[in-house]
């Protein structure tokens, strides 16, 4: 059963950030474009603002045309820093700029976006691997967290997502964006049960306060009542 292999595949799981003991806590946020990446990476700025986070934004994808000035306009929105670069710049180069000042500058959360290519695997694993050799030359343990963040209407396409992300860097949380459409997000057990990855967070709106804990149990009485009707 899929609902049993989601809770007996994982320990009790803590959605928000495990924040190293001392120093910034690194987050790598990954995923394919028009994911809602970007809109999540603001959602979870504002979530950890609201905690009295001091919060860094690192805008490391350098590949999407108008990925920079996007996230520039939710930083400004948030009054959170933000580190940018040239469009094609080395995104290794951002993020060891952004750990410098995320570093000196005593952030207590470092929330950084990469570029969503999946086109090729051998570039995106290598990009990755690279990004997280740099980040801990700054911070030993960076990064500390890699969410992934996958829409929920993709169905079986965002399992494979995953598996594909899976291959190339250490996961420790999905988010899944868009569940306030039509979509039961059958994905979330799917990608529970065949690679053992934990969802944090739902997306439930373009809002910035729309961004939830998953709930197993309530997303389970919905699946329940959903086929009953």
């Known amino acids: ?3 049993e292999g989601y ?26 474009n028009g994911v809602g990446k970007t809109t999540t990476i603001a959602k979870l700025a504002k979530r950890y603002l609201d905690q009295g986070k001091k919060v860094l934004l690192v805008a490391a994808d350098t590949f999407r045309a108008g990925a920079k000035e996007q996230l520039e306009v939710w930083a400004s929105r948030l009054g ?7 469009d094609n710049s080395d995104p290794s180069s951002l993020c060891y700029d952004g750990l410098v000042k995320g570093k000196n500058g005593n952030y207590d959360l470092i929330i950084v976006d990469t570029a ?7 570039n995106l694993m290598a990009e990755l691997g690279k990004m997280k050799r740099v980040m801990a030359k700054v911070i030993p343990d960076a990064p500390h967290e890699s969410f992934l963040i996958i829409d929920a209407n993709t169905g079986q396409n965002g399992v494979e997502q995953a598996k594909v992300f899976k291959e190339v860097t250490d996961l420790s ?22 690679l053992g990855i934990p969802v944090r967070f739902i997306g439930l709106g373009e809002k910035m306060d729309d961004l939830a804990v998953f709930d197993l149990d309530k997303y389970l009485y919905g699946l329940l009542v959903g086929e009953g009707e």
């Open 80 to 86: 959170v820093d933000i580190v940018t670069g040239l």
């Open 173 to 194: 949380g999905i988010v899944i964006t868009k569940m306030d459409g039509t979509s039961k997000g059958g994905i979330i057990l799917a990608i529970r049960d065949e």
């Open 1 to 3: 059963m899929l609902f």
């Open 7 to 32: 809770v007996s595949k994982g320990e009790v799981v803590q959605a928000d950030v495990r924040f190293a003991e001392e120093g910034p806590t690194v987050l790598l946020v990954v995923g394919v």
């Open 116 to 122: 969503g290519r999946l086109h090729n695997k051998a």
